[in-house]
Every structure is written in structure tokens, then in C-alpha cells.
């Protein structure tokens, strides 16, 4: 009995523990092994010579994780197994319209190999008994049955994710002893469901039940499924995701042929069985198991392998149906613009106006995956705030996955936001361009601009400069008494200070202060707009700050006597006024009672500081 575990390819097995779900397989297949009951099949000759005991099972995860135990290597034909893989290919081929109009949906409650025509139409009930799989047969496309086989054999093998080889021997006593398949064939002729000869597309029927596999590959292949199409270890797409759902369907509710409502209800994942006694199982979005165990039952099922599946089932709760809340919430964080603020830095008066109305601005950070129910928790939590708010800024840094109808949702309520003078802002959108594109597609002409995504905590300052742009007209430049760091300072001593200041003006787009220069100038902005500025090790420059005029900058080093930590450039054309430290220093001597206030007035601007940065490191955490 061999035992193997297998990560992400390229990832170092040696020196590593079992995975307990390694353990747990092994104990699973040491628990049915004594399990005898069922018969091999034996109406394909060559089926009958399969051993009993053979034994493997698999489960693959859509991460790419893949466990076996058993003969899990073992290889056997895939017999009905392929009846879904080939439906989807005849559906890629000829579209749904066109496969449903010749094969049904209706699960039969009848064996694998029953005739079930409509007997009026002739159409087959379903894709997974046998009418209907040689009718899917038939519609695979080529120009010849060896181009239609090859097609198969390269799309089952996209599945595996290996090259997946025909078992001539099983091919030959299959169609030496077809004949009920046959007299199957010709029916669907007579009703012209079959358009041409049926020989032809019974032995590509025939061919397709004889490509071999083992346990580990149908787990692979089921995780192909389970994740949209996209075989999990080699990235390939199997099939186009838009027909994942019609194949899994099918296999929900007649997978397993007379079996399939019992099975549904106790194991419920979409499966599918053939009679050399393979199974593979699926559960959406998660993994694939595989299992191979040839004894039957009367139904044509591996009798092991539903014990398996059943087990599997139960002990990890995956029936589909039991469907568990993800136990984070999609809202991180919920916070308003009165608990933090953009990081441009306003004076005083600006301060205190944001502060009084800074309540308006809400702030989402969501995490997770944006679909119908998650979102449907974000827009029900900004309705419900809508009379409180008027900007609503929704962070997607932390999604992982965001669908159409996360989509829909949003553009629905940017639209009855707007409607009341609201606005629904998007931070980091562009990782989702299929946001971006929905809104821009459905938003008429004059209202594209509502569609807004901002970087970093620009949305936040977009709003902040909303509410303050109220149109009172902000004096054009900054008195020198009216700096906060000259707070508290009579006239005679706002002379003094004024007379070591030294102006300058600086245009857009100038740098004022390099990373990583001495420092010896303390900077006073009196007009303009500037921003402070780091380069990451990587790289990259993030913004610090943005100030505007009445502020201080380039305090830090120029206190600390160091480096400048950081750049600063000018965004809007300024004129800044600069106090020089050894001017600054000089004022011990005959003006020290300016120079401790102004340090007291520094002090409170370090404080100030401080205490933002706690502030936010208490929201958002
Ligand atoms: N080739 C087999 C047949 O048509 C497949 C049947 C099965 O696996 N259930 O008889």
C-alpha cells in the first residue's frame, strides 16, 4: 500500500510531518477495506479481470493540495465517468441552446443503460445515461472520429493535468460486446437525435469509456470543476466556466443514475460513477475525491466508494447544502471621518470645521469575497446609514473576489445614493477593473463621472475638501502671526521672529527638501499646497502627508539635529518663509521667552501628531 502526499508542485516533501488528512484517508480505507460485498462487472469482458481488493482514494483541493492513499495510482477505464467531462465539450461545441434541444435534463430514476426516450421525440432524458452520453458523443466536433477522440483524450487529459492514454484492450471487448448500446444508437437514429450512421459515434462512445485513469486523477479532475473550470495544478482551463454549473447540475441530480436522489440527499455533492468502479465526487469551490473500488452494486456504483463519499461527507460536513457562514464579517472596520482623518494636514480653522461635520464622511474597510450575500451585507449597512451620511467610502484593498453581482449591487446603490446628493466612493477599486467597467458601461453620459476610485486615503481627503469647500474665500496667504507655532507671542516678538524669517517662493512640481540632506531650516508654509513623501526600500514613494498653508514642516530633523527622513515637494504653487536652527539657536541669549514658546507650541504640534496616529491605530485595529 503506498501513501503520498502532494503539495503545490516544486514544494519540498522531505523532513515534513503527515498531514492529518493523511491520516485520516488511511484510516478511512483500513475501515471499508474489509467491506466485501458487490460484484465486479463483467458484461465488458475485459471489465471482469479487475481484483476486488484494488482499493485507492483521493481528494484534491481547488488550493491545489492533492492526498491519496491506496492504489490510488492504480489505473482503470473511466467508463461513464466521462459521460459529464464530453457533455460540457459537446456544449462548448454547439452552445446550450442546441445540446437541449437534443439531450434533456430530467433525472430518470432508471439504470445507467435504459433506453429512456422521450417517446415522442426521442430525446434522452439526460446526459449521464447512456442515451444521452452516446447523443453528447455525437455532438463533439472533427472532422473525423479520430480528430473527435483526440479532442476527447487532450480535453479529459486538461482535466488531469496529464496525458491520459486509451486502454485498447477494454475498447475492443466494449465494442465486441455493445449491444444493447447499439440497439440504443439505432433508436437515436430512427428519431434522428443521431443525424448520420450511429456505428461511427458508438465506437467514439466506446472509446471515451476506455481512456484510463486512476483514483488520484479523478480527484484532480473533480477539483477542475470544483474551481471554475481551471485545473488547480497546472493553471490550464479544462472547460469554459460558463458551463461548469450545466455539467455539475447534470451530475447533481442523475450522476449517480437510480441512486442519485439518495445519494444527493446524503452525500450532496454532484457525482458521477462507472461500472469499472471509479467514482469521482465534487464540491463546489472546495475539492474533488476520487475513488476506486471495483465490486458494484446492483445499480452499477462502487459499493466502497459511496461508503467513502458518504463518510467523507459526513466527517467534514460538505454536503453543498450545508452551507456555513464565513466566520469573518465582510465589514473589517466601520468608521466615520470624525475618528480619522485624510493625511492632509489642515490649519486650525479647517480643523475645527472637519471635526463639526466630519461625521458625514462613512468609511467601509471590507475583506473576504464580495458575491450576492456579502454584499448584500455592505449595501444593507449603508442604507440603513444613509440619513447620516452623505459621503460613503468603500475600501476593496482586502477582497479577494468580487463578482457581478457584487457589481450590480453596487451600481444600484451609487445610483439611489445619488439620487439624494449622496456619494458612494470606491478606494482601490482598480484591482477590480470589472467593477470599474460595469459602472462605466451602465452609467449614462452625464453621470459617468459618479464612478470614482481613489488610491490610498485620497477618497477620504476628496470628501474632506468637499465639506470645506463651502465657498468662503480662505485668506490668499498666511500672516506670519497667524502660524500656530507663533501662538501665544505678543507683536513685539512676532517682529523679532519675523526678522529671521527668510521667504521663498517655490513653483509646482520643485522639490524643498530631499530625503536624507542635513536639515538646518525649519519650514513655515504661507501659500500653496505641498506634500511629504518617503521611498520605500522597494522602491515605491508613499505618500506621508499633505499640508496646507498655516502649517509647520520639516520639524522633526530639524529638531533632532538629523537627516531628513523624508521629501518634500510642492503640489501648488507656494511661498514658504524658513527660520534658520543656528538663528533659532541664537535667541537663548536675548530672546529666550520667545524661543520657549515657540518650543511649547512645537511640543503641542509633536503631541498633536502623536495622538492622530493613536487614534487611528485604535480604529483600525
Ligand atoms: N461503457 C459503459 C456502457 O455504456 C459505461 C457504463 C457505466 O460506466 N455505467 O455500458
Redesign the pocket.
Known amino acids: 500500500m503506498s501513501f503520498s502526499v502532494q503539495n503545490i508542485p516544486g514544494e519540498e516533501e522531505a523532513a515534513r510531518i503527515d498531514s492529518p488528512i493523511m491520516d485520516y484517508l488511511h484510516d478511512l480505507r483500513e475501515r471499508f477495506a474489509g467491506l466485501d460485498a458487490g460484484d465486479i462487472?463483467d458484461?465488458?469482458p475485459e471489465l471482469a479481470k479487475a481484483s476486488s481488493g484494488s482499493f485507492g482514494i483521493s481528494m484534491a483541493t481547488t488550493e491545489g493540495h492533492v492526498y491519496e492513499v491506496g492504489d490510488s495510482r492504480h489505473e482503470f477505464?473511466i467508463?461513464?465517468?466521462s459521460k459529464p467531462f464530453v457533455y460540457g465539450l459537446a456544449l462548448e461545441d454547439n452552445g446550450r441552446t442546441d445540446v437541449l434541444k437534443k439531450i434533456g435534463v430530467e433525472p430518470t430514476g432508471d439504470a445507467?443503460?435504459s433506453i429512456s426516450l422521450d417517446p415522442l421525440s426521442g430525446q434522452p432524458a439526460n446526459p449521464m445515461i447512456?442515451a444521452g452520453?452516446i447523443t453528447a458523443a455525437g455532438m463533439v466536433m472533427g472532422h473525423s472520429n479520430d480528430k473527435k477522440i483526440n479532442r476527447i483524450m487532450e480535453m479529459l487529459s486538461a482535466y488531469a493535468g496529464r496525458p491520459l492514454s486509451l486502454d485498447e484492450a477494454v475498447y475492443l471487448s466494449?465494442s465486441h460486446t455493445?449491444h444493447?448500446?447499439r440497439a440504443i444508437g439505432y433508436m437515436l437514429r430512427n428519431f434522428n437525435i443521431l443525424e448520420e450512421d450511429p456505428s461511427e459515434t458508438l465506437e467514439l462512445?466506446?472509446k471515451q469509456?476506455?481512456v484510463s485513469v486512476s483514483c488520484r486523477d479523478l480527484a484532480i479532475m473533480g477539483a477542475t470543476l470544483a474551481n471554475a473550470g481551471i485545473n488547480p495544478l497546472t493553471q490550464e482551463r479544462a472547460i469554459r466556466g460558463e458551463y461548469v454549473e450545466s455539467v455539475l447540475s447534470v451530475m447533481g441530480s442523475c450522476g449517480m443514475?437510480d441512486y442519485a436522489g439518495e445519494w444527493i440527499y446524503k452525500v450532496g455533492m454532484p457525482a458521477k460513477?462507472?461500472?469499472?468502479g471509479g467514482i469521482v465526487a465534487v464540491l463546489p469551490g472546495k475539492l474533488g475525491i476520487g475513488v476506486f473500488s471495483p465490486p458494484l452494486d446492483k445499480r452499477?456504483n462502487s459499493v466502497r466508494g459511496i461508503e467513502v463519499c458518504n463518510r467523507i461527507s459526513m466527517d467534514f460536513n460538505l454536503h453543498m447544502f450545508n452551507v456555513v457562514q464565513p466566520g469573518k464579517s465582510v465589514i473589517r472596520s466601520a468608521y466615520d471621518g470624525s475618528h480619522i482623518t485624510s493625511k492632509h494636514l489642515r490649519n486650525a480653522a479647517d480643523r475645527r470645521r472637519l471635526q463639526q461635520r466630519a461625521q458625514c464622511i462613512r468609511i467601509y474597510e471590507i475583506q473576504g469575497d464580495l458575491n450576492f450575500s456579502t454584499t448584500e451585507v455592505i449595501v444593507n449597512e449603508i442604507v440603513n446609514r444613509s440619513s447620516d451620511a452623505d459621503y460613503f467610502i468603500v475600501d476593496l484593498k482586502r477582497v479577494l473576489t468580487l463578482d457581478q453581482s457584487a457589481c450590480r449591487l453596487f451600481f444600484q446603490l451609487l445610483l439611489k445614493l445619488a439620487d439624494r446628493d449622496k456619494q458612494l466612493l470606491f478606494t482601490n477599486a482598480d484591482a477590480w477593473p470589472v467593477l470599474g467597467k460595469y459602472m462605466q458601461r451602465r452609467l449614462k453620459a452625464d453621470d459617468k463621472a459618479r464612478w470614482q476610485s481613489f488610491e490610498d486615503d485620497y477618497a477620504l481627503e476628496y470628501c474632506e475638501s468637499r465639506i470645506l469647500d463651502t465657498g468662503e474665500v480662505t485668506p490668499v496667504e498666511t500672516e506670519i502671526d497667524s502660524f500656530e507655532l507663533f501662538d501665544g507671542l505678543t507683536a513685539d516678538e512676532i517682529d523679532v521672529i519675523g526678522s529671521k524669517l527668510k521667504k521663498q517662493a517655490y513653483r509646482q512640481g520643485e522639490i524643498i527638501i530631499n530625503q536624507g540632506e542635513p536639515a538646518s531650516q525649519l519650514y513655515l508654509l504661507a501659500q500653496g499646497q505641498v506634500s511629504i513623501k518617503i521611498t520605500l526600500p522597494d522602491g515605491k514613494v508613499k505618500r506621508l502627508a499633505t499640508l496646507s498653508p498655516g502649517l509647520v514642516f520639516g520639524e522633526m530633523a530639524w529638531i533632532e539635529r538629523s537627516e531628513r527622513s523624508a521629501a518634500v515637494t510642492v503640489d501648488v504653487e507656494a511661498f514658504c518663509y524658513k527660520l534658520d536652527i543656528a538663528d533659532f539657536d541664537a535667541m537663548m541669549v536675548d530672546h529666550s521667552a520667545i524661543k520657549v514658546k515657540v518650543l511649547e507650541n512645537l511640543c503641542r504640534l509633536f503631541s498633536r501628531n502623536l495622538r492622530k496616529a493613536n487614534t487611528e491605530i485604535g480604529v483600525l485595529s
Open positions: 462487472a458484461y465488458i477505464t467508463q461513464s465517468i445507467f443503460n447512456n452520453a466494449e455493445g444493447r448500446n462512445y466506446f469509456c476506455s443514475y460513477s462507472g461500472v469499472a452499477g
